[in-house]
């Protein structure tokens, strides 16, 4: 099979496209043809070796979380999946792979792609969606007339975070550069803070939540915007969120399990139209180095997808 890859960690350069072996379906999992694969922040970041597993891979190695494809074949334990069928997902925790025309992967992970999403919009979907409604529902319990300050609005997971809120009731702050303010908008915010021109810690007070995209300095900024009891989620700040500086406030780090039954949710809301698609930009795996910089440049808007077949 067709992929890119990478046979060491390194600069965007390190990504290669070319043959490897198919893989094979151990009995639990299922064989995928891949239609779409898209980009994440995580890529880039396992490509440079940041993660701290980076021992333990083995190369060549196949990078890519989400993907949209068809089943080519189950495994002998697969009951309620078959050949044919329009599939979605996020590979298990710990897994790379996506950025290939075939990858296995646990049966018990994988959605059902609705025929109304394209392979494109599903595989933009898989992980930035699944990040957003865990963040947003299952971590910080958003509730119907609270204010939130999403930060990052311009990216990939704020784009379905910012709408998932408004879904839920709630009103929403975000920050963006000037570039963004009128795609953070038709996203459905409330209120946009240009970060280049105003600090938000001046601007935005007595947030019941926030939903930190950034990392860094903004993250531990954030807490400032909370009114007493408030709470914020953290997904760009590494495996643990970082730590509050007064004590009436919570940190959360979403845990973002793979479930199927959320991801069957989040897609059943983009179908019907309630959650629309952030801007997409198309490549081809051959693509792949230049879709990393791009990534890894983060001021790119919405979602990178390989277009595989
Ligand atoms: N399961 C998980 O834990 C999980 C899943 C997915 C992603 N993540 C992490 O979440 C983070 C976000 O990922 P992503 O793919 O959504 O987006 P991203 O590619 O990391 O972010 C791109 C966006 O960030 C905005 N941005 C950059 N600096 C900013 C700042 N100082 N203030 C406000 N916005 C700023 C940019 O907009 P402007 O050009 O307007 O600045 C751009 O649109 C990454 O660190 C990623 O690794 C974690």
Same mark, same amino acid.
Not at 38 to 58: C, I, L, M, P, T
């Given at each position: 099979?067709?992929? /890119?890859?990478?046979? *060491?960690?390194?600069? %965007?350069?390190? =990504?290669?496209?070319?043959?490897?072996?198919?893989?094979?379906?151990? %009995?639990?999992?299922?064989?995928?043809?891949?239609?779409?694969?898209?980009?994440?922040?995580?890529?880039? @970041?396992?490509?440079?070796?940041?993660? &701290?597993?980076?021992?333990?891979? *083995?190369?060549?190695?196949?990078?890519?979380?989400?993907? +949209?494809?068809?089943?080519? +074949?189950?495994? !002998?334990?697969?009951?309620?999946?078959?050949?044919?069928?329009?599939?979605?997902?996020?590979?298990?925790?710990?897994?790379?792979?996506?950025?290939?025309?075939?990858?296995?992967?646990?049966?018990?992970?994988?959605? *059902?792609?609705?025929?109304?999403?394209?392979?494109?919009?599903?595989?933009?979907? #898989?992980?930035?969606?699944?990040?957003?409604?865990?963040?947003?529902?299952?971590?910080? @319990?958003?509730?119907?007339?609270?204010?939130?300050?999403?930060?990052?609005? !311009?990216?990939?997971? &704020?784009?379905?975070?910012?709408?998932?809120? *408004?879904?839920?009731? &709630?009103?929403?702050?975000?920050?963006?550069? /000037?570039?963004?303010?009128?795609?953070?908008? +038709? =996203?459905?915010?409330?209120?946009?803070?240009?970060?280049?021109?105003?600090?938000?810690?001046?601007?935005?007070?007595?947030?019941?939540?926030?939903?930190?995209?950034?990392?860094?300095?903004? #993250?531990? @900024?954030?807490?400032?915007?909370? @009114?007493?009891?408030?709470?914020? !989620?953290?997904? /760009?700040?590494?495996?643990? #969120? %970082?730590?509050?500086?007064?004590?009436?406030?919570? &940190?959360?780090?979403?845990?973002?399990?793979? +479930?199927?039954? !959320?991801?069957?949710?989040?897609?059943?809301?983009?179908?019907?139209?309630?959650?629309?698609?952030?801007?997409?930009?198309?490549?081809?795996?051959?693509? #792949?180095?230049?879709? $990393?910089?791009?990534?890894?440049?983060? $001021?790119?808007?919405?979602?990178?997808?390989?277009?595989?077949?």
């Amino acid at each position: 099979m067709k992929a /890119a890859y990478i046979e *060491k960690f390194g600069g %965007p350069e390190v =990504l290669q496209y070319g043959d490897l072996p198919d893989p094979v379906a151990a %009995p639990d999992q299922v064989l995928v043809d891949v239609h779409a694969a898209s980009v994440n922040a995580a890529d880039w @970041k396992f490509r440079a070796g940041e993660y &701290a597993r980076h021992a333990q891979v *083995k190369f060549p190695q196949i990078p890519g979380r989400d993907f +949209s494809g068809v089943i080519r +074949s189950v495994g !002998a334990g697969v009951a309620d999946l078959k050949a044919g069928d329009a599939v979605f997902g996020v590979l298990e925790p710990g897994r790379e792979g996506t950025y290939a025309e075939k990858l296995v992967i646990g049966a018990a992970v994988v959605a *059902k792609k609705p025929e109304a999403l394209s392979h494109v919009n599903a595989a933009a979907m #898989a992980l930035t969606g699944l990040t957003a409604i865990d963040s947003i529902e299952g971590t910080l @319990k958003l509730q119907r007339g609270e204010t939130i300050l999403i930060q990052g609005g !311009a990216g990939g997971v &704020a784009g379905f975070a910012i709408q998932f809120a *408004k879904f839920l009731g &709630a009103r929403v702050i975000t920050t963006t550069s /000037a570039a963004n303010i009128d795609y953070v908008r +038709s =996203l459905g915010a409330d209120q946009i803070i240009d970060y280049n021109a105003q600090d938000f810690t001046q601007v935005a007070k007595g947030c019941d939540a926030v939903f930190d995209t950034v990392g860094g300095d903004v #993250a531990q @900024k954030s807490f400032a915007v909370l @009114k007493p009891g408030g709470r914020a !989620a953290f997904i /760009a700040s590494g495996a643990q #969120a %970082p730590r509050p500086e007064r004590s009436d406030v919570t &940190a959360l780090r979403p845990p973002v399990p793979r +479930s199927r039954q !959320a991801m069957e949710r989040v897609a059943q809301l983009c179908a019907s139209g309630v959650i629309r698609f952030p801007e997409i930009k198309l490549f081809r795996l051959s693509q #792949a180095a230049e879709a $990393h910089r791009l990534s890894q440049g983060r $001021h790119f808007r919405g979602k990178l997808v390989f277009a595989v077949r």
